[in-house]
């Protein structure tokens, strides 16, 4: 079990920045580097989950595949903050630290941002879904709104005024139509010619009746001349009055004529109308299905920050829990390079120290084999510049000996032969002082002391146990 947690511990370390090598050296750190990789650990673990949300929220998908893009978000993020540690180097600067520290610390409050996102809409999640019921009912009454304000369905209220008139005009049979107003009111008119014609008549009649029984009028008794009178002015009326009940009966009958036109008119532009009316009414139907489909379906994170931003704007608590919690993630985000700027501020440790150390010793070993190998290097070239002006003596001091014997020929009078096929050259006299197989054995023994004597100069230098 020990075992185990040391093993752990030392991947956290090495997660942290640590040098194996140096670790070994300087133990006192280990806790340290240890902290730090707990601390990526950590805010890898919040982006994953973060991501996870964010994936679900705006994409809808399966929570296990949500849960694969989060791990692989998480790893992305701790390397990241893994790249901004390791980029940090000790120095007791503060302008340096400065300068590496602000790029880092804004691109890790950039990362918090990101990460905490999520993971704020997760927590408010309850009253972000109250409120987008809201917002879509306000966006559907809005929309619906705007398809009755549309040119295409503006006189669609007429047109069910008009059948509503139209039906109640073929249900009275014509009665009901404010058209007929005129007709009417002339039909009245001769219904009051004819009620005043009727009372005159019966006015006049009785009084024919009393100046026959003497009872009003004259008082006597008889069809005298006063009854007479009364009698030639009572049908006088009645002939007013027939005529009057014929002026009636003529309006009263194109009153129904018109009524019944209107009734058909009404009835053969209702059928018209109707369909009309159920065309405009479906196509605004079918327009506000397809936007509630989509309202409804729309409530991916865009719309979640947008309720989320208006719950804030109207509960002032529930903007200051949202800003603390933000900033309560964005500061485990943070964490890690805010505490590596900390440490740098701090004097060395021992591990800095060492770390230093090892790299300088590094860079001087680096260094003296460089300089072997160019020695070795201007060695070999010298030799084979020897060998080449070696080979070079040895072809001339040849060709003077045949030019010398070809002169000894010609003065003892021989005549000179010529070759009828290339003579070959004489054998080289054998290679004695300037042979380049020993200088160069010499050389390279030389050069393997030298390595030998730079790899363990820094022995002296770097403690021993290292």
């Given at each position: 079990?020990?075992?185990?947690?040391?093993r752990?511990?030392?991947?956290?370390?090495?997660?942290?920045g640590?040098?194996?090598?140096?670790?070994?050296a300087?133990?006192?750190?280990?806790?340290?580097?240890?902290?730090?990789?707990g601390?990526?650990?950590?805010?890898?673990?919040?982006?994953?989950?973060s991501?996870?949300?964010?994936?679900?929220?705006?994409?809808?998908?399966?929570?296990?595949?949500?849960?694969?893009?989060?791990?692989?978000?998480g790893?992305?993020?701790?390397?990241?903050?893994?790249?901004?540690?390791?980029?940090?180097?000790?120095?007791?600067?503060?302008?340096?630290n400065?300068?590496?520290?602000?790029?880092?610390?804004?691109?890790?409050?950039?990362?918090?941002?990101?990460?905490?996102?999520?993971?704020?809409?997760?927590?408010?999640?309850k009253?972000?879904?109250?409120?987008?019921?809201?917002?879509?009912a306000?966006?559907?009454d809005?929309?619906?709104?705007?398809?009755?304000?549309?040119?295409?369905?503006?006189?669609?209220?007429?047109?069910?005024?008009?059948?509503?008139?139209?039906?109640?005009?073929?249900?009275?049979?014509?009665?009901?139509?404010?058209?007929l107003?005129?007709?009417?009111?002339?039909?009245?008119?001769?219904?009051?010619v004819?009620?005043?014609?009727?009372?005159?008549?019966?006015?006049?009649?009785?009084?024919?009746?009393?100046?026959?029984?003497?009872?009003?009028?004259?008082?006597?008794?008889?069809?005298?001349?006063?009854?007479?009178?009364?009698?030639?002015?009572?049908?006088?009326?009645?002939?007013?009055?027939?005529?009057?009940?014929?002026?009636?009966?003529?309006?009263?009958?194109?009153?129904?004529?018109?009524?019944?036109?209107?009734?058909?008119?009404?009835?053969?532009?209702?059928?018209?109308?109707?369909?009309?009316?159920?065309?405009?009414?479906?196509?605004?139907?079918?327009?506000?299905?397809?936007?509630?489909?989509?309202?409804?379906?729309?409530?991916?994170?865009?719309?979640?920050?947008?309720?989320?931003?208006?719950?804030?704007?109207?509960?002032?608590?529930?903007?200051?829990?949202?800003?603390?919690?933000?900033?309560?993630?964005?500061?485990?985000?943070?964490l890690?390079?805010?505490?590596?700027?900390?440490?740098?501020?701090?004097?060395?440790?021992?591990?800095?120290?060492?770390?230093?150390?090892?790299?300088?010793?590094?860079?001087?070993?680096?260094?003296?084999?460089?300089?072997?190998?160019?020695?070795?290097?201007?060695?070999?070239?010298?030799?084979?510049?020897?060998?080449?002006?070696?080979?070079?003596?040895?072809?001339?001091?040849?060709?003077?000996?045949?030019?010398?014997?070809?002169?000894a020929?010609?003065?003892?009078?021989?005549?000179?032969?010529?070759?009828?096929?290339?003579?070959?050259?004489?054998?080289?006299?054998?290679?004695?002082?300037?042979?380049?197989?020993?200088i160069?054995?010499?050389?390279?023994?030389?050069?393997?002391?030298?390595?030998?004597?730079?790899?363990?100069?820094?022995a002296?230098r770097?403690?021993?146990?290292?």
């Amino acid at each position: 079990m020990k075992v185990r947690q040391r093993r752990f511990g030392n991947g956290l370390a090495v997660l942290a920045g640590a040098r194996p090598d140096v670790l070994a050296a300087a133990p006192g750190a280990r806790a340290r580097f240890v902290a730090l990789g707990g601390v990526l650990l950590s805010t890898g673990g919040l982006a994953a989950v973060s991501a996870a949300f964010a994936v679900h929220m705006a994409l809808g998908v399966w929570w296990p595949f949500a849960l694969l893009v989060g791990l692989g978000w998480g790893a992305v993020i701790v390397n990241l903050d893994r790249m901004l540690l390791v980029g940090m180097a000790h120095d007791a600067s503060l302008k340096r630290n400065l300068v590496m520290a602000v790029p880092r610390v804004g691109l890790a409050l950039v990362l918090g941002v990101v990460v905490a996102t999520p993971l704020t809409l997760q927590v408010f999640h309850k009253e972000i879904d109250t409120e987008i019921v809201q917002m879509q009912a306000e966006a559907a009454d809005a929309y619906r709104a705007g398809l009755e304000a549309d040119t295409r369905f503006a006189h669609l209220p007429a047109l069910e005024e008009r059948i509503a008139s139209q039906e109640s005009i073929v249900a009275s049979g014509g009665v009901a139509d404010a058209g007929l107003t005129g007709v009417r009111a002339e039909v009245t008119a001769k219904q009051t010619v004819l009620d005043q014609a009727v009372s005159t008549g019966r006015q006049l009649e009785a009084k024919a009746q009393c100046e026959l029984d003497g009872t009003c009028g004259t008082g006597e008794r008889g069809s005298g001349t006063a009854y007479q009178q009364a009698r030639a002015a009572a049908d006088a009326q009645a002939a007013v009055v027939a005529s009057a009940r014929s002026s009636l009966d003529a309006a009263v009958a194109a009153s129904s004529a018109a009524e019944g036109r209107s009734a058909q008119l009404a009835g053969s532009s209702l059928d018209g109308d109707r369909a009309e009316v159920a065309r405009l009414t479906a196509e605004q139907d079918r327009l506000q299905t397809a936007f509630d489909a989509t309202n409804e379906g729309s409530g991916g994170i865009l719309l979640r920050l947008e309720a989320l931003d208006r719950l804030g704007n109207e509960n002032g608590t529930l903007a200051m829990a949202q800003f603390m919690l933000s900033l309560l993630f964005m500061c485990v985000e943070i964490l890690p390079v805010l505490m590596k700027l900390l440490l740098n501020f701090a004097p060395p440790s021992a591990y800095d120290r060492l770390a230093a150390l090892r790299d300088s010793g590094d860079v001087e070993i680096e260094e003296l084999a460089q300089e072997s190998r160019l020695t070795v290097a201007q060695a070999k070239e010298e030799l084979l510049v020897l060998a080449e002006r070696e080979r070079v003596d040895r072809q001339k001091a040849a060709i003077l000996a045949r030019r010398r014997a070809a002169i000894a020929d010609l003065a003892a009078g021989r005549p000179e032969q010529t070759p009828t096929a290339p003579t070959a050259e004489p054998a080289e006299p054998p290679r004695q002082s300037w042979d380049t197989g020993p200088i160069l054995g010499l050389a390279r023994n030389a050069a393997a002391r030298t390595v030998r004597s730079v790899r363990r100069r820094p022995a002296d230098r770097v403690p021993t146990a290292v």
